[in-house]
């Protein structure tokens, strides 16, 4: 099973209900991005805040990567500028996007003799991702809506 993040959008109602992730994957539009993608723009999406709840005293930043992340208006302006700066810079590639990930190599080798991923995505695909995931955030910023996402 391919690593994949979550994004589904909730009222604030919804979110203050008990939330049976089964019943949000069947009833709700649920956007999967691959994880491959979320771990190469992972450095800026550390800079969108999390909708702060009654436990915390302080705002936490980016998306918690194995858990659940909650993002209200003041997040979802920051992921939607985001997103629309990647998904420019991304409408400038090839179709098919190359990019750079993770190095590894090895065990027991020399860490030299490894190298780093080539992912190949389609552009198409992942611009329209992030442009379904703006919608989101719109809908948040100007309604009453959260981004409930599930990390891996």
């Known amino acids: 099973m391919a690593l994949v993040h979550e994004f589904v959008l909730l009222t604030q109602e919804e979110c203050k209900e008990k939330i049976n992730l089964n019943d949000i994957r069947v009833n709700k539009d649920v956007l999967e991005i691959h994880d491959d993608i979320i771990l190469y723009i992972y450095d800026s999406l550390k800079w969108v805040p999390q909708a702060?709840?009654?436990?915390?005293?302080?705002?936490?930043?980016g998306l918690n990567y194995y858990g659940i992340t909650m993002i209200d208006k003041e997040g979802a302006i920051v992921l939607y500028n985001i997103l629309k700066a990647w998904s420019d810079l991304f409408k400038n590639s090839?179709?098919?996007l190359i990019l750079t990930g993770s190095y590894s190599w090895?065990?027991?080798e020399d860490i030299s003799s490894g190298g780093y991923e080539v992912i190949e995505l389609d552009r198409d695909e992942v611009i329209g991702q992030f442009n379904k995931l703006m919608s989101f955030a719109k809908k948040v910023i100007n309604e009453n809506y959260q981004i409930l996402h599930f990390g891996i």
């Open 52 to 61: 702060q709840t009654a436990n915390s005293t302080e705002r936490e930043y």
């Open 94 to 96: 090839p179709p098919v």
């Open 106 to 108: 090895t065990e027991g």
